[in-house]
């Protein structure tokens, strides 16, 4: 029999996370299961990737637990920390959970984006949060957006966002998008600061082909903040459901209604605080 291992992920930055992958390695290490970095990940007998953050350190394990198709499990150390799990939780509880392997998986859609230039393809690539296109200068800049091969509109704009829905509740809740439940299956699609009198969040099918292309120069891709890179004038960008989804480990079942006002502390009690 293989030897059982998980791959750890920690924030490095937070002393928190340095000694809650210590009082968690030694558990695991006592119950026979080896914690490997990311740089020593192999398929073989890896069984969750155990990410010690916020959102943005989930987002990067999120890679890992793709490439080696296992489930990612988030513990917050972070702020909002929307993707992790809630804060009830010791770190025996969360050792416990993965020696016993008891923990309630939960797959989440991903976005796919393809940039073609001159009629080539030069990039692909995913997101598990939201692919942006934003402005690189003070310039506004120029879009044309097609959907299903359809003409939407031309924005004159700071960007434009299109996420997912567990990214709903990232950078396009911020710009003014709505809350996707994760078991929707659609995408969110919304212009940032555009000068138009049709400038509001569309929920699109998950079957729809979303085309962007640029018609001004200094703009920028970033697919979850992590995968970036610079686009020209002409260049075509293709978003698209993907094919492939990201399993995220929660220690116990929670209604996505439940985590909503937890994280964002809505006023159950009465907006007056009655």
Known sequence: MSKRSIVMLINSSRTEAQGAAQEITKVL???????????????SGVEVVLVLGGDGTILRGAEIALDLNVPLLGINLGHVGFMAEVDSFTFQDVAKAIVEKDYVLDQRMLLSFQVKRDNAVIENGWSLNEVSIERKSTTMLELFVQIDQRPLSRWGCDGIICATPTGSTAYAFSAGGPVLWPEVQALVLLPIAAHALFARPMVIAPTSTIIVTIESSDASL?????????????????????????????LKSTIFTDRLVAKFKLPIEGWRGE
């Open 29 to 43: 290490s006592q119950a026979g299961i080896e914690v490997l970095s990311s740089k020593d990940a192999t398929q």
């Open 222 to 250: 970033s697919a979850d903040a992590l995968r970036k890179m610079d686009l020209q004038k002409d260049d075509q960008i293709s978003l698209t459901k993907s094919d492939a989804k990201v399993t995220l480990a929660h």
